[in-house]
């Protein structure tokens, strides 16, 4: 019913700058929170920095100061600027929503994109 659709991972060296964006279509009325989330091999999966819809912020203190979170609530977009990157930020990110379908549903439901890769290394 609702897809994440994440784009703009990629290579890059360290120092540089990627930007990462994520929509959400289907059926939604409501998203509640949106953010961005990482995997880096053999580690599990950690919180990079998410944005609740009345615009509060939350970030990973490995990423405060590099990356801004941003959104689009009219659009369910979601995007993460990522600058100064480092090697250590290398892992698959994934788009994060939590969603109501229709105005009458008892609870929001978790979805996730497909992930996109971001590698930095020179």
């Known amino acids: 019913q609702v897809q994440l659709v994440e784009s703009g991972g990629g290579l890059v060296q360290p120092g540089g700058s990627l930007r990462l964006s994520c929509a959400a279509s289907?059926?939604?009325?409501?998203?509640?929170?949106m953010g961005w989330y990482r995997q880096a091999p053999g580690k599990e999966r950690e919180l990079v920095a998410r944005i609740i819809s009345g615009s509060d912020e939350d970030y990973a203190d490995s990423v405060k100061g590099r990356f801004t979170i941003s959104r689009d609530n009219r659009k369910n977009t979601v995007d993460l600027q990522m600058n100064s990157l480092k090697p250590e930020d290398t892992a698959v990110y994934y788009c994060h929503a939590d969603v109501k379908y229709y105005w009458w549903s008892p609870a929001y439901v978790d979805h996730w994109g497909q992930g996109t890769l971001v590698t930095v290394s020179s």
């Open positions: 289907g059926t939604i009325s409501t998203i509640n929170v």
